[in-house]
């Protein structure tokens, strides 16, 4: 797999963009068309849930981490978890906890990644959640099998597991990423269902895309005057 | 489509402008005297002004409204803006497009070319509404001459080529601009096109709609991620928005000139609301300039189908529209640039 350098990094919480419609992912990453407007909303929304980086919740058994900062070079994607969850670890598991600082024992990490929504039935949430277990096992040399997305609408968690389909699904996402952002090409329209609850359908207009009219045609009727109309 | 937001325009020489957790405030002797929130405002404009606090400026920049600075005459001064925006490969493109000429003529024939339609079309609708107030012969010849005038522009091989045909019109144009007046003929005349400084009402009340019409074209550049300075026909001088000039080229007589003619014509104006200086210099009194600015808010609401896209939209996201079908042209989605026809 390829190793990305710090330059080439996307924004981790893209691929759900991209799990949606590649079109928009590359409206907000490419063409950064009033992505300042997507990020202040998502940004404040992120503040909201995620209080301070530097207050860490603890308990016996359970360290949340909140705001953790994730980069993975082989999927190319730096980003902020929303929360991290530790659970401590009765006994030593092989490649699934790891040490923490100041603490005793062993602990398996699980990201928590908070949607305002409700669950939906793609899995555009479930990647993003991958990238960050998978950032989080490169960074902290662990694997991670399972982690969360709370919904804000119905107020639950559900449990995600990191499997091989995700996986692959994941990177298969990451690697289309990588390709259309070297090639600065924003993908044409194609118009479908997921457009109407899209919310950059202004800014891409699905419908003028996939009607083109021509333009040379448009030029001479617009020039052509009838001789009485002159 | 994007929906049409106001902009506010500022017109109090003592305001300040302020901002309260997501509404933006004009103060006046630290009284409150307006009250907006941020997200019903496309851009400020701001005449004459006492100042704005940083943190106004800092939501504007957030939420991507344009805030300009303008004389209390409406001569241009600046703005404030975040970031450059946008995909810097899409400007690339048009740094490399406004750098051939091929590439820069084609665009120029097609802003001009719908210039010189719009003002036929201008001309044309005077002649149909009101034969009887008019010299019909004198510009039925003009209508003529120039509708006859694209198909010349087609043959034109560069910059100036297109220039010299663009001139020709708008003299045409213009010597028959008197006639579109049925109204306060004598106060209103305008003897030649001339801005700096204006030397007739007319001119006067041109300048302050081109320069309201260059602030709308500038942000829409830059909302669609062009950069307005790096224009095809207008060539680069610094602090000039050449682009907008040259997107604006297709609008000035839709937009401008007939909402001027119309202020006149229903007496929304008056020659009594214009000051004329000792030197023959022409400038708008504060009761005029708000009368414009009410009446460039209406017009901007007005909604008309987009003769090339043929769906509905008010007029005052036109500006936006050709600035995105440029962008589109550039990045590959069309095949060419469709300038804005009015018929």
């Known amino acids: 797999m390829a190793i990305y350098s710090e330059d080439d990094f996307l924004m981790l919480s893209g691929i759900q963009h991209m799990a949606f419609c590649e079109r928009q992912w590359a409206l907000i990453h490419i063409e950064q068309v009033w992505s300042e407007n997507v990020r202040t909303v998502e940004g404040k929304h992120l503040h909201e849930r995620t209080d301070d980086p530097f207050e860490d919740e603890s308990r016996k058994t359970l360290r949340v981490v909140r705001a953790m900062p994730l980069v993975?070079?082989?999927?190319?994607?730096?980003?902020?978890?929303?929360?991290?969850?530790?659970?401590?670890?009765?006994?030593?598991?092989?490649?699934?906890?790891?040490?923490?600082?100041?603490?005793?024992?062993?602990?398996?990490?699980?990201?928590?990644?908070?949607?305002r929504g409700r669950p939906k039935r793609d899995d555009r949430d479930a990647v993003q959640l991958c990238a960050q277990a998978m950032a989080l096992e490169e960074m902290m040399q662990v694997s991670v099998v399972s982690g969360f997305l709370f919904y804000g609408q119905t107020k639950h968690r559900e449990s995600i597991a990191i499997d091989a389909t995700l996986r692959q699904h994941t990177v298969a996402l990451t690697q289309r990423m990588h390709q259309l952002f070297r090639e600065g090409i924003t993908p044409k329209a194609k118009k479908g269902k997921h457009c109407s609850q899209c919310s950059l359908v202004e800014q891409c207009q699905p419908y003028w895309m996939t009607q083109h009219r021509s333009v040379e045609a448009y030029l001479a009727r617009m020039c052509c005057v009838e001789e009485e109309d002159r | 489509m994007r929906r049409l937001l106001n902009t506010l325009y500022v017109t109090m020489p003592d305001a300040y402008l302020a901002c309260d957790g997501e509404n933006v405030l004009i103060k006046a002797q630290d009284e409150i005297k307006f009250r907006i929130p941020v997200h019903n405002l496309e851009g400020i404009v701001c005449f004459g002004f006492a100042g704005a606090s940083p943190k106004l400026m800092y939501l504007c920049c957030e939420r991507g409204v344009a805030l300009s600075f303008l004389t209390g005459y409406g001569k241009f001064m600046g703005r404030v803006t975040g970031n450059v925006s946008g995909n810097v490969l899409l400007r690339r493109t048009q740094y490399r497009w406004s750098d051939d000429n091929n590439t820069a003529v084609r665009l120029s024939r097609r802003f001009i070319a719908a210039k010189i339609m719009n003002s036929r079309a201008v001309l044309h609708r005077v002649l149909r509404d009101h034969p009887e107030a008019v010299d019909q012969d004198s510009l039925r010849r003009a209508i003529q001459l120039l509708a006859g005038m694209p198909k010349?522009?087609?043959?034109?091989?560069?910059?100036?080529?297109?220039?010299?045909i663009e001139g020709e019109a708008a003299r045409l144009y213009f010597t028959h601009f008197n006639e579109l007046l049925l109204s306060q003929k004598d106060d209103f005349q305008i003897a030649d096109r001339n801005r700096r400084p204006p030397t007739d009402r007319m001119n006067a009340l041109l300048s302050f709609l081109y320069t309201l019409l260059t602030h709308e074209s500038v942000a829409a550049l830059e909302s669609v991620g062009l950069d307005p300075q790096v224009g095809f026909l207008h060539r680069d001088r610094p602090g000039r928005p050449s682009l907008a000039l040259d997107i604006m080229e297709e609008l000035r007589p839709h937009f401008a000139d007939r909402l001027a003619v119309t202020l006149v014509n229903r007496n929304q104006i008056s020659a009594k609301g214009f000051v004329i200086k000792e030197n023959g210099t022409v400038l708008m009194d504060d009761d005029t300039r708000k009368a414009v600015l009410t009446a460039w808010q209406k017009r901007k609401q007005e909604e008309i189908v987009h003769p090339y896209l043929e769906i509905k939209i008010p007029l005052g996201l036109i500006p936006y529209v050709q600035a995105m079908l440029l962008a589109r042209y550039m990045r590959g989605d069309l095949e060419d640039y469709p300038p804005f026809f009015w018929k």
């Not at chain 1, 929360?83 to 699980?110: H, I, M, N």
């Not at chain 2, 010349?152 to 010299?164: F, M, P, S, W």
């Open chain 1, 72 to 115: 993975s070079h082989t999927l190319g994607l730096r980003g902020i978890a929303d929360v991290v969850e530790f659970y401590q670890s009765k006994e030593y598991e092989a490649g699934k906890v790891c040490r923490l600082e100041d603490r005793t024992g062993w602990w398996r990490p699980a990201p928590v990644e908070y949607k």
């Open chain 2, 152 to 164: 010349r522009l087609e043959q034109a091989k560069d910059g100036d080529a297109v220039r010299g």
